[in-house]
């Protein structure tokens, strides 16, 4: 947890392009009874467009919330195949992920296109978790800082400081997504580190130290206590171990302040 501050912690469950309706459902309920009553960490479920309000009917009245994996950055229009926006909070979204490394790095998204999405989730009244991180191409040419920087730069042009309170980071360095590949607790607390002094640089301390900066990539219920544990590190956004209920849930308390 960050040194100084009270945070609250926040683990996110991407499902990614998991889950049918009715595993989407039983993967809902068994969470919620697996987990109970979190105590003072947020927990948000991000199950796959199609699935969305039926998971919200699982967790009404429970303490978790809903997200969603990506949004359109228009809110309505000819804009086939996308979801906007204030779709997404009719169907009981809080929060929203932009940025993700699948999408900026398999589908192409520039940090300019992240903007646009972080805009029209924060004017739509999504919090928002912006992720940012590298490829191991990247960390091993020593661009891992240069990397970060300008994504973050970037991707929170024109973001004003009063709406950073709503947006949490996500440092997801690539090689480590689904790869098995967990970045060490130190390269963890490094590159948070160095993303809390970005946003010191935009914003100022203040902000700085008060914005949430989550890790994800593989995170595991064998690894995630080591890495909360690191100063700075606020959370964490699970991808595959999400859909583990047991595992999950033992990442969530793993994220409880002590």
């Known amino acids: 947890m960050t040194e100084g501050n009270e945070l609250r912690p926040i683990v996110g469950g991407n499902w990614k392009m998991n889950t049918t309706l009715y595993e989407a459902i039983d993967l809902a309920e068994s969470i919620v009874r697996r987990l109970g009553d979190p105590g003072d960490i947020e927990v948000v479920l991000f199950p796959p467009f199609p699935n969305l309000q039926a998971v919200d009917q699982v967790i009404d009245g429970s303490a978790l919330q809903l997200g969603a994996q990506?949004?359109?950055?228009?809110?309505?229009?000819?804009?086939?195949?996308?979801?906007?926006?204030?779709?997404?909070?009719?169907?009981?979204?809080?929060?929203?992920i932009?940025?993700?490394?699948?999408?900026?790095?398999?589908?192409?998204?520039?940090?300019?296109?992240?903007?646009?999405?972080?805009?029209?989730?924060?004017?739509?009244?999504?919090?928002?978790?912006?992720?940012?991180g590298e490829t191991r191409e990247e960390r091993n040419a020593g661009r891992t800082e240069d990397v970060l920087r300008a994504q973050l730069t970037e991707s929170l042009q024109d973001v004003s400081a009063d709406a950073m309170d709503r947006i949490v980071i996500a440092y997801e360095p690539c090689w480590a997504?689904?790869?098995g590949d967990t970045a060490t607790a130190e390269q963890a607390r490094e590159a948070h580190e160095f993303v809390r002094s970005v946003l010191?640089?935009?914003?100022?301390?203040?902000?700085?130290?008060?914005?949430?900066i989550q890790y994800g990539g593989s995170v595991t219920a064998a690894n995630a206590a080591e890495l909360m544990a690191q100063e700075g590190?606020?959370?964490a956004l699970v991808g595959g171990a999400s859909l583990k209920p047991e595992e999950f849930v033992r990442i969530c308390e793993a994220a409880a302040p002590v």
């Open 177 to 179: 997504i689904g790869t």
């Open 98 to 132: 932009v940025g993700h490394s699948e999408r900026r790095h398999e589908l192409g998204e520039s940090s300019a296109v992240v903007n646009k999405k972080l805009h029209a989730a924060l004017r739509n009244d999504l919090q928002t978790i912006l992720a940012v």
């Open 200 to 212: 010191a640089d935009l914003y100022g301390d203040d902000i700085a130290q008060a914005t949430r």
């Open 233 to 235: 590190i606020d959370g």
């Open 70 to 96: 990506d949004l359109f950055w228009e809110d309505k229009g000819a804009y086939t195949g996308e979801v906007s926006g204030p779709m997404l909070r009719a169907v009981g979204c809080r929060w929203v």
